[in-house]
């Protein structure tokens, strides 16, 4: 007897995985759906990803709302033939046993339901969470409007459709503001403006938690060094004169900091349990600031790279990231991360390390700055760089030898 009943189940990606928060159904009940339409989107840690459908069939249930957070292997969705009775799509329902979290995705451990066997969701690539689909309001959108306290029903949207966009959003916050909506403001205590409340989303509880038990468990001490970057905006100024490729300073320090990573293994390291791991190759992770976290996307091999060829990769890494359409594989499996506050004009800060990984680095903004030369005060474009290191893998003199190559490669600009 062929199947007539499908479950769409809250599908994993990765290991640490437990639960996904829905951020956007693209499908409602009674809409008939073909296996491989994109059935919703599930965010997770620090990406959104796109869940399509396991079988073609008619929805007849949506089980779990946007914004709600459900376990890995919980039934969220159920469509079937048809020709189902509704009382046969209850009882399937009520019979259904959530999955073993412990199963991977196309491992074969799918969900066991009762009484026909789950077709486990088909996970597909990353998708950008503010991109036009079905639903009227995106993800992003929806938070903005949580945020500001703005009914998204008022609101008048300009994508495919009428989808309402963060832009949308925005103006329509500007306008209410100015008194030009007609819409009422959010009520607020008199004289006294009312505090916005927001549950965490994935990504944001993710990095909290992650972070939290960096710096519960990592013994952390840092390591700060002035570097002269003259010689190094000159070697830039060369590159962007000569190439099609506009090369930043944040570029070539990533490539400076590759290249000091083969030459001190004991920094290119993570702490797998009680295994220090040491790599052959820099694999160096770039912390980008975007409206859901922090997300840190990995440069591969970035020694083996120039300064062009890191460029254009980070830059498309970046805008990526900015608008969650990174894929797990991006984010993961990084040596070493290099978090650059130079353009906020931030002069010098510390860092928390990004685990398993055992030292992070932290770049100031480049400034011009009175120094000694030859007994001499002559003003010079310095910047600041704050090595934080893992006790338990670096040793003091370790991190210090790490960043006397890494200085001396930034202030000759050899080899960049």
Same mark, same amino acid.
């Given at each position: 007897m062929?199947?007539?009943?499908?479950?769409?189940t809250m599908p994993?990606?990765?290991?640490?995985?437990?639960?996904?928060?829905?951020?956007?159904?693209?499908?409602?009940p009674?809409q008939?759906?073909?296996?491989?339409d994109?059935?919703?989107?599930v965010?997770?840690?620090k990406?959104?990803?796109?869940v399509?459908?396991?079988a073609s069939?008619?929805?007849?249930?949506?089980l779990a709302?946007v914004?709600?957070?459900e376990k890995?292997?919980?039934?969220?969705a159920?469509?079937?033939?048809a020709?189902v009775?509704d009382a046969e799509?209850?009882?399937f329902?009520?019979?259904?046993k959530?999955?073993?979290?412990s199963?991977e995705?196309?491992?074969g451990?799918?969900?066991?339901?009762?009484?026909?066997?789950?077709a486990?969701?088909v996970?597909?690539?990353?998708?950008?969470a503010s991109?036009?689909g079905?639903?009227?309001?995106s993800?992003?959108?929806?938070r903005?409007?949580e945020?500001?306290?703005?009914?998204?029903?008022?609101?008048k949207?300009?994508g495919?459709?009428?989808r309402v966009?963060?832009?949308?959003?925005?103006a329509?916050?500007?306008?209410?503001?100015?008194g030009?909506?007609? @819409?009422?403001?959010p009520a607020?205590?008199?004289?006294?403006? *009312?505090?916005?409340?927001? %549950?965490?989303? +994935?990504m /944001?509880? !993710?990095?909290?938690?992650?972070l939290?038990?960096?710096?519960?468990?990592?013994?952390?001490?840092?390591l700060?060094?002035?570097v002269?970057?003259?010689?190094?905006?000159?070697?830039?100024?060369a590159?962007?004169a000569g190439?099609?490729v506009?090369?930043?300073?944040?570029?070539?320090?990533?490539r400076?900091?590759?290249?000091?990573?083969?030459?001190?293994p004991?920094?290119n390291?993570?702490?797998?349990?009680d295994?220090?791991?040491?790599f052959?190759?820099?694999?160096?992770?770039?912390a980008?600031?975007?409206?859901?976290?922090?997300?840190?996307p990995?440069?591969r091999?970035?020694d @083996?790279?120039?300064?062009?060829?890191?460029s254009t990769?980070? *830059?498309d890494l970046?805008? %990526?990231?900015? +608008?969650? /359409?990174? !894929?797990?594989?991006?984010i993961?499996?990084?040596?070493f991360t290099?978090?650059n506050?130079?353009?906020?004009?931030?002069?010098r800060?510390?860092?928390?390390?990004?685990?398993?990984?055992?030292?992070?680095l932290?770049?100031?903004?480049?400034?011009?700055?009175?120094?000694?030369r030859?007994?001499q005060?002559?003003v010079?474009?310095?910047?600041?760089?704050t090595?934080?290191?893992d006790?338990?893998?670096?040793?003091?003199?370790?991190?210090?030898?790490f960043l006397?190559t890494l200085?001396?490669?930034?202030?000759?600009?050899k080899?960049?």
């Amino acid at each position: 007897m062929s199947q007539r009943i499908y479950p769409v189940t809250m599908p994993k990606w990765g290991i640490e995985m437990t639960e996904g928060t829905i951020t956007e159904w693209h499908v409602s009940p009674g809409q008939s759906v073909t296996k491989g339409d994109h059935l919703l989107d599930v965010e997770t840690e620090k990406i959104v990803n796109s869940v399509e459908a396991p079988a073609s069939g008619t929805v007849r249930r949506l089980l779990a709302d946007v914004g709600g957070t459900e376990k890995v292997g919980a039934l969220i969705a159920v469509f079937a033939d048809a020709d189902v009775p509704d009382a046969e799509v209850d009882a399937f329902i009520a019979a259904f046993k959530p999955a073993d979290t412990s199963f991977e995705p196309d491992s074969g451990n799918a969900p066991a339901p009762s009484p026909a066997p789950a077709a486990a969701p088909v996970p597909a690539a990353s998708v950008d969470a503010s991109a036009d689909g079905g639903s009227k309001v995106s993800p992003i959108a929806r938070r903005l409007a949580e945020k500001l306290g703005i009914d998204v029903s008022l609101i008048k949207g300009t994508g495919t459709h009428g989808r309402v966009s963060k832009e949308d959003v925005e103006a329509f916050a500007a306008a209410m503001q100015a008194g030009q909506t007609g @819409a009422a403001a959010p009520a607020a205590s008199a004289g006294t403006a *009312a505090p916005v409340r927001e %549950r965490m989303t +994935s990504m /944001r509880a !993710t990095i909290a938690r992650r972070l939290l038990e960096s710096k519960q468990t990592i013994p952390h001490y840092r390591l700060a060094v002035d570097v002269e970057l003259t010689a190094l905006l000159a070697h830039r100024a060369a590159l962007n004169a000569g190439g099609s490729v506009k090369v930043s300073i944040n570029d070539l320090l990533v490539r400076a900091v590759a290249l000091a990573l083969v030459r001190h293994p004991e920094v290119n390291a993570q702490l797998q349990g009680d295994e220090i791991v040491r790599f052959v190759q820099a694999d160096v992770c770039v912390a980008v600031a975007s409206d859901s976290g922090l997300i840190t996307p990995v440069v591969r091999n970035a020694d @083996a790279k120039t300064a062009a060829q890191i460029s254009t990769e980070v *830059a498309d890494l970046a805008g %990526r990231a900015r +608008s969650n /359409r990174l !894929t797990r594989e991006e984010i993961t499996g990084g040596t070493f991360t290099v978090s650059n506050l130079g353009m906020f004009g931030v002069d010098r800060f510390d860092a928390i390390i990004n685990p398993p990984q055992v030292a992070i680095l932290a770049v100031g903004a480049g400034q011009d700055r009175v120094v000694a030369r030859d007994g001499q005060p002559v003003v010079r474009r310095m910047v600041t760089l704050t090595l934080s290191c893992d006790h338990r893998v670096v040793d003091g003199a370790m991190g210090a030898k790490f960043l006397a190559t890494l200085r001396e490669l930034v202030e000759t600009a050899k080899s960049l």
